[in-house]
């Protein structure tokens, strides 16, 4: 079997930069000064560093990194093309430290990447985008991290993950501060177009918010009908926990509450690009990499620095 690691693009410099001008400017180069797409210049010859155009509207010059989360980065394009693919393609996502090793560089290099990698895989939400008539979206909460491991007993505590997930469809995952109507319902009711049919367990927490919805289902998580109807369960958000659980445990250990969101961006991004969907590794890569532009983050917005 051929390893998609030959890829040249993972390998050339030239290759890389022009993988990356695909995927962003897929209708050729526009300035991210000012918008033009018209009138732009290519810059060519041993005067200019490579991959640099000219904007003639406003006279600035650009490259395809510029407003990108890879802006200013010292980092070859193809150490971006190859980190890219490798957190889209590992079912459960991929440590900085693993990472790290694969690529070279320092740890802290690795770890800022795929924060940033992060960002780009961050989509946005639409209001009442899951969901809709005949649609079924099926809601749980889980809870993350809170294992002392690898935390000089330092115990934090366990994170609130609320999950919308659209069966046959997207997953939204959110960061709560908790676990009640008052935190749960304006995601609910924000993500969730109004004509679908809810199913979640039979926590008081959702029985109003079910009223809000065309019909709404539930199950007793501790009774035999488990699994009540082909129809009537919640197995795809639990599928989707299970995932984001193994991956946050077997590959980070422990996510800090400041980073949760991030994660859960990358954790829903691969879902919502599943291999079920008709999404090939390399297709998720390329719309990750197209999901570079517009994005910063910064060392202030990551909010720490790496803790091993
Ligand atoms: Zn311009």
């Not at 006279?59 to 395809?64: D, I, L, N």
């Not at 939204?172 to 304006?186: D, E, K």
Request: glycine fraction near 8%; charge should be positive; include cysteine.
């Amino acid at each position: 079997m051929s390893s998609h690691l030959q890829n040249p693009i993972f390998h050339d410099e030239i290759l890389a930069r022009e993988w990356f001008e695909a995927r962003i400017w897929p209708n050729g180069p526009f300035c991210p000064h000012c918008g033009e797409a018209e009138n732009v210049t290519r810059l060519n010859g041993k005067a200019h560093r490579p991959g640099v155009l000219q904007c003639n509207s406003c006279r600035e010059q650009f490259t395809v990194t510029v407003n990108t989360v890879c802006e200013r980065s010292k980092i070859p394009l193809t150490k971006w093309c190859m980190a890219i693919y490798l957190l889209n393609s590992s079912k459960k996502g991929m440590s900085a430290l693993q990472m790290h090793r694969m690529m070279g560089g320092s740890y802290k290099t690795s770890w800022f990447m795929m924060h940033r990698i992060r960002e780009a895989m961050n989509e946005g939400k639409l209001p009442g985008g899951l969901g809709g008539k005949n649609k079924v979206v099926e809601i749980d909460e889980t809870y993350v991290g809170g294992k002392a491991k690898n935390r000089k007993n330092k115990i934090p505590p366990k994170a609130a993950v609320l999950a919308l997930v659209e069966r046959d469809g997207s997953v939204r995952s959110f960061h709560v501060p908790h676990v009640s109507a008052a935190t749960l319902r304006p995601v609910i009711v924000a993500n969730v177009n109004r004509a679908s049919f809810l199913m979640t367990d039979e926590a008081p927490v959702y029985t109003g918010i079910g009223r809000e919805f065309s019909a709404h289902g539930t199950v007793n998580h501790s009774a035999e009908e488990y699994v009540r109807r082909v129809f009537w369960h919640t197995n795809t958000v639990e599928n989707y926990f299970s995932i984001l659980k193994r991956g946050i445990v077997g590959i980070y250990h422990h996510v800090s509450e400041t980073h949760l969101h991030r994660y859960g961006a990358e954790f829903d991004f691969r879902y919502n690009h599943r291999v079920g969907l008709g999404f090939t590794d390399m297709q998720r890569t390329e719309i990750a990499a197209a999901g570079i532009y517009g994005k910063r983050l910064t060392y202030r917005r990551a909010g720490e620095q790496p803790n091993l």
